[in-house]
Each structure stands twice: as C-alpha cells, then as structure tokens.
C-alpha cells in the first residue's frame, strides 16, 4: 500500500507558515517500504501527522490517499480492517491499558490476527530487556518500559507501513538501538516501510527519506 | 479480554437496582397479564349465551300490571340502548304469538305434555354451534336450547312419580316434540335439545322456526317486544347497572354479579398492567443510562481497542452480548416467580371457589419477550450510537 499526499494542511495548522521543505500543503508519496525520518521541531504537526493518518482526525484541506482511495471515504469497519492488516502505529501517548498486564496488552492486538506465538512475544520483550515484565500490568512500569511494549504491540499484526509518534523519548540510546533493530528487522520480514517522527535525532539509522515538517 | 477491560472494574450499584426494578415490573407485567386474561375468561361455556351476554327487561310493578305503565320497549326506546356506550350489541327477543305445547315423544319415558312460551335470538348472542342452529320447514327437528329450570321441575315430577330422573346428557338423548296451534289448525314437529340455560326463562327456538310459527299460525295477539339480548363491554359493567337502575331496567342479578366482579378485577388488573409498564419502562431506562455510563466512563478504552484494529460491531456485540444476559437474568427470574406465585395464588382461588384455567396464558409469556426484545433493540442503537463516536 503506498500513501499519497496531495497538498495536505491540517486545518488548525494552516493559520501559521511553513518552509519550503514542510510536507504541509506539498505533494508526495510514501512507497511501501520506504523507512521514512519526519523531522520537526514540537508544535510542527507531528502527532496530527500520525492521528490524521490513523483515521483519527479528518480536520484537514487537501487530500490523502491509501493507493487510489481517499481516507476520508473509509467507513469505521474499514478503518478497523485497515488497522489491524495494514497500518501500525506506536501513539506518543502509547495508548496501553493499564490494568492488563503486559501480555495482556500484547495478546489483545496479537490475537486480532494471530501473528505471534507466546513465546515470540517473549523472546521480543527479552530482545528488548524487559522479558521479566510478562505478568506485570502495564500501569505500574517505567514510561521507558511502556514504550517498549507499545512497539512490540505495533509490531504483532501484519503491515505495510508502521508509523511511530517519537517512539524513543524515554529510551536511552542503547534501548533505543535495540528497539529500532527490532522494528527494521520486522519491516524488512514484511517488506513493509516505517515512518518515525523525531526532533531532529536520526540515532545513526541509514533511512530512504528524511521528510520535514 | 474486551470483555474483562469493559466490565471487570465498574461499580455495579446502579446495575444492580436497575436489575431489581426491571425484575418488578416484568414480575408484575406477566402477572397482571395473566390474572387479566384469566379474569376475562372466567364463567365462560357456563351458559349457552355469550360472553356478558344478559336478557333485560322492564320491571313489572303495580302499575303495568294494572295495565297503567308499559312493560314491552318501542322502536326508539331499543335504539338509544343500542347506542349507549356500553353497548357491544343488542337485539329484541322475537316471542311466539302462535300457541306451541311441549310433550315428550318417547316410549322410554312417561308421558308429559306442557304449554310453553318460546322466543329466538340470533345465533351472534349464543355459543351454540351455527351449523346446529338452524331450522326450515321440512327439517327433522327443531333445535332447541331449554331452560335448565324446565328440566328440574321435569325431574320433581318425575321424583313425584316414582320414574327415574334424567340428566342433562340425557335430556338430549329423549324425543320430544311441539305441537303448533291457533284457534284453526295444529301441527307438529319434532324437537330436540342442543343445550340447556340459566339465563332465559323460555325455551329457545332458531328465528327461522319463530317466524315460521308467527306466520303458519297467527293469533290475533300482536307481537311485542319486551326483553332485549344485550352483550355489555366489557370492563362497563357499572355503567351498565346505573341506566339500569335509572331506567327501571332489571336483569338476571346472578350474571350481573359475575360481571361487575369481571369488571372490577379486570379494572384493578387494568391498572396494574399500566403500573407494571411504567416500572418496566423506568427501569429500562435506568439499564440504558448504565449501559451509557459504562461506554462514557470506558471511552478511553473503546477508543484505544478501535485504534488496535477492533471493529466496532465486534465491541457493540461484546457489549449487547452481556447486556442479553443481564435481561435473561432478569426475564428468568420474572418468569421463575411468577411461576411460583402462580401456584399459591391458584390455590387461593381454588379455595375461595374461583376455578379458572391452570395454564400459563402465551400473551403473559411473550409480554416477558417483547419487554426483552425491546430492551435489547434500544440497547443496541444505544451502544452503537456510544462507540461510533469514540473515535
């Protein structure tokens, strides 16, 4: 699935300028299997970058197409099959539920589509050194643990493309190293692209594209 | 697991209050349901006339007997009873102006002979059978409905005369026939018993044969009207009673009683349906007002199951399937009670002697169904409206 872009601005964004290089009121396209930087600074756009493409908000101008059908056109049946086959996301408010423990939370998205075995789910969390967290809710780990969880969920579902709101910003760089590994060896499993919205950070990752806000 | 993130950590108070009045008022709905039914069926197929069905006539005082006040009804007089709102429908009583004798025509039992009064009424008034309801001349027999006073005073005679008495079955079995006559010409014609009342006090005959009689053997006497066949709707039974005390009318006071007895029991039930489905009603819409709260109070929950990939009729199902199961709780229980207070209060009424039917009615029953069906219907746009909107 490639995503197109054609002169999008998010309404509430619209009121300020953007450089020359900003996506915002540009015309592009993401190729699957693209691993994609979003570069800005806060206040850019980045969350409602990945809320508008997650169905979320459809407060824009403009258009955006998954292949040759506009988004706003999807019906929430059709948002719910899109997410759970070919669209991930790690929310930069990690959207875990912290009562369920962390297998909990991992078998909730992994059952949708049976990806996953237990006990790849835990090799997972072990490459990420927080296998010891299996039966511990979700609402009393670090923010550095959640993330990691939040990852190893978005990455339990077939997709085409995988979009990550600074996914790493409690993480520190040998954890986010590790956790970046997991997410291109995945990619490249399901010959699949991401997008990783950062301030500015590439963590010495070799992507296809640098895109800015 | 949708299942335990939606309900494991709710406070249940107002589910269970919500729970406890729906159970009430299903309680009480299929109850009063019930009891209204069985009311309205109750001294049915006692009597050869219809339901409410009752012969009114003028009361004979000092005066019409001295001739100075009328006892038949004129033509206006039947049509503003027919129009009164209590009315379902009324006829005259057609009399014999013609003279007629009953005697028995049988070997097996003694000889008796009697002059008789006979009157018609429409088959619509009486539950005897259309098809044996019927007379042309030329016929085998006339059929007959005889008044079940007739039959014990034939049974005293016969006591007196040392023959044995007969039954109703019976009755039914011996020959009898009529003898038609003016003061020119006699004829005959064989008679034969379909039933047997407590309310009229002649022998009824199809208006076919009265007609045939008042024409083949007229009498210089005219034909009056002076009793009425009126069916009173029901639950109006004290309507019914006051224009009859206005209007000097009188009835039978036996199937006025079952009546008006009818007609209070039916009206307090009445008003216990109309309890019932208030409560119903009310707790119904305590159970939505949770069912609101709980997708409010879940909204990040349901937000964040849509946003992994669950389609919203996968959480509107999770949600309508424990809200079916909290209604068959409640749908069972109501039915359980009922039927165990549906044991005890037939007892009571056995033992007061009011014997109605023992089965369950099926409009009681599917009271309970409908109330379900509608509760889960409203709980499932309820729910649909809540989750699409959390996006």
Redesign the interface.
């Known amino acids: 699935m490639n995503i197109h872009f054609d002169k999008v601005i998010p309404i509430p964004l619209s009121g300020i300028s953007h450089s020359a290089q900003s996506i915002w009121g540009s015309s592009f396209s993401l190729n699957k299997g693209e691993k994609v930087m979003l570069n800005a600074s806060s206040g850019k756009g980045k969350t409602t970058f990945t809320h508008t493409l997650?169905?979320?908000r459809n407060d824009f101008n403009g258009k955006i197409r998954f292949d040759e059908k506009e988004i706003t056109s999807f019906s929430?049946?059709a948002?719910?099959?899109?997410?759970?086959?070919k669209i991930s996301?790690v929310?930069q408010d990690l959207?875990?539920?912290p009562?369920?423990t962390v297998e909990?939370n991992l078998?909730?998205?992994n059952?949708?589509t049976d990806t996953f075995s237990a006990k790849t789910l835990k090799e997972m969390l072990k490459a990420l050194e927080i296998e010891d967290k299996w039966k511990v809710p979700c609402g009393i780990l670090s923010m550095g643990q959640q993330q990691r969880v939040a990852i190893i969920?978005a990455l339990s579902?077939p997709f085409d493309w995988l979009i990550m709101d600074e996914p790493f910003s409690h993480l520190d760089e040998e954890n986010t190293q590790r956790s970046l590994q997991l997410i291109d060896e995945r990619a490249n499993q399901l010959n699949a692209g991401f997008v990783l919205t950062t301030l500015g950070e590439d963590h010495s990752f070799n992507f296809n594209r640098t895109l800015n806000l | 697991?949708?299942k335990?993130?939606l309900f494991?950590?709710q406070n249940k108070t107002q589910l269970i209050i919500a729970m406890i009045g729906s159970f009430l008022g299903f309680t009480f709905l299929v109850t009063s349901i019930h009891y209204l039914i069985r009311v309205n069926e109750f001294g049915e197929g006692e009597d050869i006339l219809g339901n409410n069905t009752m012969i009114i006539q003028k009361e004979v005082n000092n005066y019409s007997s001295m001739k100075m006040t009328k006892t038949d009804f004129s033509q206006r007089e039947i049509e503003s009873i027919r129009n009164e709102s209590f009315t379902e429908s009324l006829q005259p009583i057609l009399s014999n102006s013609f003279g007629v004798s009953l005697q028995t025509d049988s070997e097996l039992v003694p000889y008796f002979r009697s002059d008789v009064f006979v009157q018609s009424v429409d088959n619509e008034f009486t539950k005897i059978d259309a098809a044996a309801w019927k007379w042309e001349p030329g016929d085998e027999f006339v059929p007959i409905v005889l008044p079940r006073d007739f039959l014990v005073m034939l049974n005293t005679f016969a006591s007196a005369k040392g023959i044995p008495q007969v039954s109703d079955d019976l009755a039914k079995t011996i020959g009898f026939k009529f003898t038609l006559y003016n003061d020119e010409k006699k004829d005959w014609e064989k008679v034969k018993i379909v039933g047997f009342t407590n309310e009229v006090s002649a022998i009824l005959v199809p208006a076919s044969f009265m007609e045939y009689g008042n024409a083949t053997f007229p009498t210089s006497v005219p034909a009056k009207t002076t009793q009425l066949m009126l069916t009173v709707k029901e639950g109006r039974f004290g309507e019914f009673e006051n224009y009859l005390e206005k209007r000097s009318l009188e009835s039978k006071e036996n199937s006025m009683i079952v009546g008006k007895l009818k007609s209070v029991a039916g009206t307090l039930f009445s008003i216990l349906i109309g309890i019932s489905v208030i409560t119903v009603f009310l707790a119904g819409l305590v159970l939505i007002q949770y069912a609101q709260l709980l997708i409010s109070r879940n909204e990040y929950?349901i937000r964040?199951?849509?946003?992994?990939?669950?389609?919203?009729?996968?959480i509107i199902r999770t949600i309508i399937l424990y809200f079916i199961k909290v209604f068959a709780i409640i749908a069972g229980a109501s039915l359980l009670v009922f039927g165990v207070a549906k044991f005890f209060i037939d007892e009571l009424l056995v033992q007061g002697g009011i014997h109605i039917a023992s089965g369950y009615t099926l409009l009681s029953i599917l009271s309970v169904v409908i109330a379900f069906g509608i509760y889960t219907v409203v709980n499932y746009f309820n729910a649909k409206k809540g989750i699409?909107k959390s996006?």
Do not use: C
């Not at chain 1, 948002?79 to 086959?85: G, I, M, Q, V």
């Open positions: 997650a169905g979320i929430p049946t948002w719910a099959d899109l997410r759970k086959n996301f929310f959207q875990l539920f009562q369920l909990e078998q909730l998205k059952q949708l969920r579902q | 697991m949708v335990k993130i494991s950590y929950e964040t199951l849509l946003r992994q990939g669950y389609a919203p009729n996968h699409l996006r």
